[in-house]
């Protein structure tokens, strides 16, 4: 069983930026594909990055954000610079076994309970 933790949520102004932490244990971090999805008010999840063998990131935050993982911290990050209001969501982490359809949640197996992300002035 993993356990994934998040942290680094907040309040920021618009154009400014955040990093959010996600920490697992309980498995063999190396061999999950670590992702971060967001849900807005209202509004259906959607998938923002992905780390395992490769780099993936949607659309609507590339050139923004960035993700990044340390295999020997067990933990993946989500660097967000130039946020906007519309970044406003609870940022979920994600764990699964590598191989899975990396945009699609179902295809997770660990999640963590979220951390919330407001971009406001």
């Known amino acids: 069983q993993v356990q994934l933790l998040e942290s680094g949520g907040g309040l920021v102004q618009p154009g400014g930026s955040l990093t959010l932490s996600c920490e697992a244990s309980g498995g063999i971090f190396s061999s999950y594909a670590m992702a971060w999805f967001r849900q807005a008010p209202g509004k259906e999840q959607e998938f923002v990055a992905a780390?395992?063998?490769?780099?993936h990131i949607a659309d609507s935050v590339k050139g923004r954000f960035t993700i990044s993982r340390d295999n020997a911290k067990n933990t993946v990050y989500l660097k967000m610079n130039s946020l906007k209001p519309e970044d406003t969501a609870v940022y979920f982490c994600?764990?699964?076994?590598?191989?899975?359809?990396?945009?699609?949640?179902?295809?997770?197996?660990?999640w963590g309970q979220g951390t919330q992300v407001t971009v406001s002035s």
């Open positions: 780390r395992d063998l490769h780099t």
């Open positions: 994600a764990a699964q076994h590598i191989g899975g359809i990396i945009q699609e949640a179902a295809e997770y197996d660990y």
